[in-house]
């Protein structure tokens, strides 16, 4: 009676919590969050290609070495179909069905403040590459971090590489697609802009997804030197066309994620040419590391080598991600499968975390309006010249001048 006790007290307590409940193994499990369909799909293969890069660099390697042995990485999908809804139920499944280690986390904001909840009731660590909205770093989730700096600190620096510019422009056009990521970054936009001696127009929230066309004509009508927009890979390049097929070229076009993405250039061809965007990194960027590629050149190298197409800041900061639980891992000296005393360590190691990467440096913040992102790295301008992302400031990263005023549209 007394061990029949004890097996339903062990059965009990497996059930209550199944993370408890796993064997050991020589592999991480690592659960993928992002969303390789819907919408978003184009940003979240872009993500797709950055945690693939790194585990198949990492097991090249042979795995992650912890003391003596080394254990290779897994990725577990879960397509978020680039719905919040579906992200939180990816998250639930990957917790309590394949009992990941950890997570490499979505590529919207949107899904990522969906997810961030789930996994802080798990207790499994999240890092995402690619969400930038300021909102999930004010939730203070005690489990989530990210690679790339929110939009409310990368925002101003395109807008400060404008306002040196001679003339510099006076008036603006901000708009924002309605989703978290899009808002917030025209926000810093605005809010920028405003600090910095820029007459704000219009300021406008508009549905995602929208024909932009009618914006634009409303725009063309006050002709202010600078549309910016805040907006995702697709809505970008519909504004440009809409901007050319009603023959308006404002003195300054900015942007921010998606103009250094490849499909940018790719969909628009030569009216791609001239668009500002931000960024916190290219391929050329001067930044060194120990860590499976030595430079920014060299991951470079090897994500055109892999997919065929030059890699932007949201696949090198997803790689990044990677790198990040691998450094950790390896100071914490944790081997699968992960306890819950293990992943708060991890935690721990992470928030303790300065390295030099090929990214540039990690460092995730311990408090404050930045809690768990990382503020190591440079915000950069960055433009569209002879088909290709040049850094056009800040002046001591600057591999170009800005071309300015645009070219109007008919004259390319």
């Not at 409303?218 to 202010?224: G, S």
């Not at 540039?360 to 408090?367: S, V």
């Amino acid at each position: 009676m007394k061990h029949c006790l004890i097996a339903v007290l062990i059965f009990t307590l497996f059930a209550a919590n199944p993370l408890l409940a796993e064997e050991a193994r020589d592999f991480f499990k690592v659960g993928v969050i992002t969303s390789l369909s819907g919408d978003l799909a184009t940003g979240g293969n872009v993500t797709k290609r950055g945690y693939d890069l790194w585990a198949d660099a990492v097991n090249a390697q042979g795995g992650i070495q912890i003391k003596d042995k080394k254990y290779t990485v897994k990725l577990f999908y879960a397509d978020a179909q680039s719905e919040p809804s579906q992200g939180a139920s990816a998250a639930e499944r990957l917790a309590t069905q394949e009992k990941v280690d950890f997570v490499l986390g979505p590529y919207s904001s949107g899904v990522t403040l969906a997810v961030a909840p789930v996994l802080e009731k798990y207790k499994i660590p999240m890092i995402t590459g690619s969400a930038e909205s300021p909102m999930i770093w004010k939730q203070k989730f005690f489990y989530t971090f990210g690679t790339v700096p929110p939009v409310n600190y990368t925002g101003a620096t395109p807008i400060e590489t404008l306002t040196k510019l001679n003339p510099a422009p006076k008036t603006a056009v901000i708009l924002g697609s309605n989703d978290t990521f899009s808002k917030a970054t025209a926000e810093a936009f605005k809010d920028a802009a405003e600090k910095l001696g820029i007459k704000v127009l219009k300021f406008n929230i508009v549905p995602s997804g929208q024909d932009l066309t009618p914006f634009m004509s409303a725009v063309k009508v006050l002709r202010p030197d600078l549309v910016a927009f805040g907006g995702h890979d697709e809505e970008l390049i519909n504004l440009v066309k809409s901007l050319r097929q009603i023959n308006y070229t404002p003195k300054a076009l900015l942007m921010h994620y998606g103009v250094t993405e490849p499909a940018f250039i790719e969909s628009l061809s030569k009216d791609a040419e001239q668009v500002f965007g931000a960024s916190v990194w290219t391929s050329s960027v001067h930044a060194k590391s120990d860590m499976l590629w030595p430079d920014a050149a060299s991951y470079g190298k090897a994500a055109e080598e892999a997919f065929k197409v030059p890699a932007d800041y949201t696949q090198a900061g997803s790689s990044t991600a990677g790198i990040a639980f691998q450094a950790a891992l390896q100071k914490i000296e944790a081997v699968p499968p992960l306890s819950e005393a293990n992943r708060e360590a991890l935690i721990k190691a992470l928030e303790e975390l300065e390295i030099e990467t090929f990214y540039g440096k990690l460092k995730f913040a311990k408090e404050g309006e930045y809690y768990h992102a990382n503020i190591g790295i440079t915000p950069l301008t960055i433009q569209i010249q002879n088909g290709k992302v040049v850094i056009v400031g800040p002046e001591k990263d600057a591999e170009a001048a800005p071309q300015y005023p645009m070219k109007p549209w008919g004259e390319r």
